[in-house]
T-cell receptor, first 117, second 113 residues
């Protein structure tokens, strides 16, 4: 069965600190996709990144970076020099089995990040 | 550019009442989804649709029904609300299936008393 685990329920940092959000996934599929979404206090989910299982290159986008390691089934998310605006709930998600093509996502429990000024 | 719009934003129901949540998307997406978000459990899929006129059950479908009569709309119905259905409901849509990003609405906060 597919599963996503975000073991960190809540993280609190002071502005300008670096912070890493962990994501561990389980799947028997060889082809799969991983996602990160941000849920700010306003409530909507905002897409941050998608990574497919064949691309283990790390990704950097401004202060955000992602580390994908198939050997440890992890897709961790790092925010460098955190800002108050980064305060949100962050979700890691896994695409469903390739035997269907429905676009269903399996979400982790979410990590609440609080960045204090 | 509205994206995905959910109606209503908030609602309080009494146990046993019924209601319909409306989701509308203006991106011409084929795929639409209803998720519920509960503390400590992330988002769980209730029902989904891979095209106009189609619906299918997700992970937690009991107590809910859906309809997709028009491509742009996806309705979620609660026939007889229960306190266990107190949650935040999110509608999402995507242009393709597996591997494509989903666009989410702002959510509906439902409380059943």
């Amino acid at each position: 069965a597919q599963k996503v685990t975000q073991a960190q329920t809540e993280i609190s940092v002071v502005e300008k600190e670096d912070v890493t959000l962990d994501c561990v996934y389980e799947t028997r599929d060889t082809t799969y996709y991983l996602f990160w979404y941000k849920q700010p206090p306003s409530g909507e989910l905002v897409f941050l990144i998608r990574r497919n299982s064949f691309d283990e290159q790390n990704e950097i986008s401004g202060r955000y970076s992602w580390n994908f390691q198939k050997s440890t089934s992890s897709f961790n998310f790092t925010i460098t020099a955190s800002q108050v605006v980064d305060s949100a709930v962050y979700f890691c998600a896994l695409s469903e089995s390739p035997t269907s093509n429905t676009g269903k996502l399996i979400f982790g429990q979410g990590t609440t990040l609080q960045v204090k000024p | 550019n509205a994206g995905v719009t959910q109606t209503p934003k908030f609602r309080v129901l009494k146990t046993g009442q019924s209601m319909t949540l409306l989701c509308a998307q203006d991106m011409n997406h084929e795929y639409m989804y209803w998720y519920r978000q509960d503390p400590g459990m992330g988002l769980r899929l209730i029902h989904y649709s891979v095209g106009e006129g189609t619906t299918a059950k997700g992970e937690v479908p009991d107590g809910y029904n859906v309809s997709r009569l028009k491509k742009q709309n996806f309705l979620l119905g609660l026939e007889s609300a229960a306190p266990s259905q107190t949650s935040v409901y999110f509608c999402a849509s995507s242009y393709g299936g597996r591997g494509t990003e989903a666009f989410f609405g702002q959510g509906t906060r439902l409380t059943v008393v």
